[in-house]
């Protein structure tokens, strides 16, 4: 096992590298933002001294040497928007969209397996059919969309949760959150809910599945010890990869509700040119993933002891 993690540990810092190559080459030609921080109206003199002064006027082997060495200590250089650490920015945004996340993930899981196996329980029924026709609107349906939608019916008119912002205090915080993370984890649901009803239904027409049931065992005790066990193993995969997509999704769903989180931080990076911003965001991101999917792999041990024994 512990080779095993430190394998994966090693692998996962070359993707890590990888991206933030990728990440900062591709930033060369995105555009150029002295013009963004000079103004559409500066003089070429105004625009030479921002260029030496970040220092965008180095070869580009030199920049990433440097940016490279920055990012190895945690440093990601000065916004050019706020004039702030990156650091900074990232320390007072990632917790609230690490809550929002959290938040999301729980709905997601939660809502997404009770469907699931319901939908899976009451195959061939109308009830699998409002299920299925559910989570195919939930697939479909577009973040900013439905986002659009809660905000408007749900806050607005129906006044059952505050229209944006983040409120004070930790119970309010989460009061805030409760909209935006329903938002963010509807499609995650809707997945989910799919993948769980047909691993279900294969499972419950196994043999060690009939032989639970000969044995006496109550139906619940059949489902939840033995068929929904085996039948989570393929959700476990998809969780490594939704926390990418949490990400992404955040992006949108902060900025309908204003929520002041990275997501939010992310976008007014990439409407502003704001470079160190954006590299850093991407790279977080990533690096959600590329942990998330060792996490998958750790709970996949857990749940399944051949693995443990391989």
Do not use: C
């Not at 930033?27 to 000079?38: E, N």
């Not at 440093?75 to 920015?89: I, K």
């Not at 000969?214 to 033995?226: N, Q």
Request: glycine share 10%; proline share 4%.
């Amino acid at each position: 096992m512990k080779r095993f993690l430190l394998r994966r540990l090693g692998w996962s810092l070359l993707v890590l590298w990888f991206v933030a190559t990728v990440t900062f080459f591709a930033s060369l030609r995105v555009g150029d933002p002295v013009v963004t921080l000079a103004g559409p109206h500066a003089s070429a003199r105004d625009r030479e001294y921002i260029r030496r002064y970040y220092h965008l006027d180095d070869p580009p082997a030199v920049q990433y040497a440097r940016y490279l060495g920055r990012v190895a200590h945690g440093d990601f250089g000065q916004s050019f928007r706020y004039r702030q650490p990156v650091r900074t920015l990232v320390a007072q945004r990632l917790p609230r969209t690490l809550l929002l996340g959290a938040m999301a993930l729980a709905f997601e899981l939660f809502f997404g397996i009770l469907a699931g196996t319901v939908a899976a329980l009451r195959r061939g029924t109308r009830t699998e059919s409002l299920v299925l026709g559910a989570t195919f609107v939930g697939i479909s349906t577009p973040t900013f969309l439905s986002g659009k939608l809660l905000l408007v019916v749900v806050a607005y008119q129906w006044g059952l949760f505050p229209i944006g912002g983040y409120g004070t205090g930790a119970l309010d915080h989460v009061w805030h959150a409760a909209l935006p993370a329903m938002t963010l984890g509807l499609l995650g649901t809707a997945w989910q809910a799919r993948l769980v009803r047909g691993e279900l239904v294969e499972v419950l027409q196994t043999d060690y599945v009939r032989t639970a049931r000969a044995k006496g065992l109550s139906e619940f005790a059949v489902v939840v010890r033995h068929a929904l066990r085996n039948a989570l193993m393929p959700v476990l995969t998809s969780l490594g990869l939704s926390f990418g997509g949490l990400f992404s999704g955040a992006i949108v769903t902060e900025a309908i509700f204003a929520w002041p989180g990275l997501g939010r931080l992310a976008f007014e990076a990439i409407t502003g040119l704001d470079l160190p911003v954006m590299m850093a965001t991407v790279l977080l991101a990533s690096t959600g993933i590329v942990f998330g999917n060792l996490l998958t792999d750790l709970l996949y041990a857990a749940l399944d002891p051949r693995i443990r024994r391989g």
